[in-house]
């Protein structure tokens, strides 16, 4: 059973955290590091039996024993990952790494993954101090409190777009 799920988001070079159900969690890891930074510099899913073997770790969460990670890549770009934890050992096997590698290809096929990207972004700036701001399709931005998704009118899936609250 897994402890820990979330993505973190490719920006910039290193992976930045995205939506995430269960302990607050590392908020940047870079390419290469850890489980999750491996995962994406080669682009591949990498299980992790005992997480005290493997040579880098990043303890986020002292109570994980065990880790799969899997690659959002999206035409030929990494995207995000997709990381599990377990307080388990051994908790992540083949089997699971095929179920997951189904929702990661959907994930990146899915039109809205940019909005998701960039929810994410704007928590992270919110994080930041910064004044989170957001696409809204047509080029410019909003303020991230006054925006929504919306379906396109050419059906292309959820874009976010900005709309005065009465």
């Known amino acids: 059973m897994a402890s820990w799920i979330g993505f973190y988001i490719h920006r910039a070079g290193e992976l930045v955290l995205g939506p995430f159900q269960g302990n607050v969690a590392c908020v940047r890891i870079a390419i290469g590091r850890g489980v999750c ?7 591949r899913t990498v ?29 030929g770009q990494l995207v995000a990952v997709l990381d599990l934890d377990s307080y ?47 696409e809204t399709g047509s080029g410019s931005t909003a303020p991230a409190d006054d925006a929504h998704a919306v379906e396109p009118a050419d059906g292309s899936g959820p874009t976010l777009a900005s709309r005065r609250r009465r």
């Open 88 to 134: 388990e050992l051994a908790a992540f096997d083949e089997v699971d790494a095929e179920g997951l590698g189904k929702v990661t290809v959907l994930a990146a096929t899915l039109a809205w993954l940019k909005w998701l990207v960039a929810i994410a972004l704007v928590a992270c700036q919110n994080h930041e101090g910064a004044a989170p701001r957001v």
């Open 37 to 43: 930074g491996t995962a994406a510099a080669e682009r």
């Open 47 to 75: 299980i992790v039996p005992d997480v005290d073997q493997f040579p880098g770790h990043i303890a986020c969460d002292a109570g994980s024993r065990s880790e799969i990670v899997l690659p959002i890549v999206k035409d």
